[in-house]
């Protein structure tokens, strides 16, 4: 009986230590990479981050399912790498109002030490409870403009004439506004065309999630896939691959230097450096 008892505790100590590792164990495999790159200031601009409206992981003709929306890391990534740069930061979804987050992406195995920040953090908090609506923001008016990623963008982004239009806007109404994504906020751009229709990102540097990646955590529902979406519309699509792509990361600058964007969950942080950065030389 001592001995089965023995064995039972040493199992569930086991068990408990696995759990608690998990974190460091996907860390040290690649998810949420921290940013070892100069930081620099960018005092005075002004940056807007764009989520999701979307809230359900569902198929087409269904009204149910999984609660999805913003990947918690793909938006505070950014928020905060602009806010402690020393910009001001709004943020927009698609419909605004209060932001769906992803509740999986804040569980304590795949949240990032900026998603816990959001958590403490009030004034962030009251931003995506009350975020603004696209429709209603001059998009001219920001030194960055940044899309972030989550199954929800799937669903509302790359559908958005109004997102696409103001895209557009910022890219032509405004030379020196960068504009910025992650994962599957890059959807965000392919709706984006100059005054003859064409899309704006083509031949340019562009990324997002990968079709692999999309593949390999098998959520194939949603109806747009970016790799697939931004190669329809001719652009140099760059990635990196791992033994599974949701490990793997890549930030692509186009030759311009209007186009930042980053591959999948793990490339927020050092987009939004990135971008800074630019400004910073500008």
């Known amino acids: 009986m001592k001995t089965l008892v023995k ?22 495999l690649g998810l949420h990479p ?11 601009k002004r940056a807007l981050v764009i989520t999701t409206s979307h809230a359900i992981l569902n198929a087409a003709g269904e009204t149910t399912g999984k609660k999805t929306g913003v990947m918690a890391s793909e938006m505070t990534h950014p928020y905060y790498t602009f806010l402690d740069a020393g910009m001001q930061v709004d943020v927009a979804s698609i419909k605004g109002g209060e932001i769906p987050v ?3 992406t804040l569980k304590f195995m795949i949240k990032s030490p900026e998603d816990d920040r959001f958590l403490k953090d009030p004034d962030l908090q009251a931003k995506v409870k009350n975020s603004l609506r696209i429709d209603d923001i001059d998009f001219t008016l920001y030194d ?8 929800g963008a799937a669903y509302d982004m790359g559908y958005s004439d109004v997102l696409g239009q103001k895209i557009s806007e910022a890219y032509f109404g405004n030379p020196d506004t960068i504009i910025g994504s992650v994962c599957h906020g890059a959807l965000g751009l392919i709706n984006a065309t100059d005054d003859q229709g064409n899309p704006i990102i083509r031949g340019r540097a562009i990324t997002g999630v990968t079709d692999k990646q999309v593949k390999e955590l ?14 329809k519309v001719g652009v140099n ?18 030759a311009e230097q209007r186009f930042v964007t980053g591959q999948n969950q793990n490339s927020g942080l050092e987009a939004a450096h990135k971008i800074v950065e630019i400004l910073a030389k500008r």
């Open 7 to 28: 064995t039972i505790t040493g199992l569930f100590a086991f068990i408990i230590v696995s759990v608690m590792a998990l974190p460091t164990l996907l860390h040290n």
């Open 34 to 44: 921290e940013y070892h790159g100069e930081k620099h200031s960018a005092v005075g």
């Open 102 to 104: 992803d509740p999986d």
């Open 144 to 151: 960055t403009v940044f899309m972030a990623g989550g199954w």
């Open 218 to 231: 098998g959520i194939e529902v949603t109806p747009m896939h970016p790799e697939t979406e931004l190669r």
């Open 237 to 254: 699509f760059e990635s990196q691959t791992a033994f599974l792509d949701f490990f793997a990361t890549h930030v692509s600058v186009d």
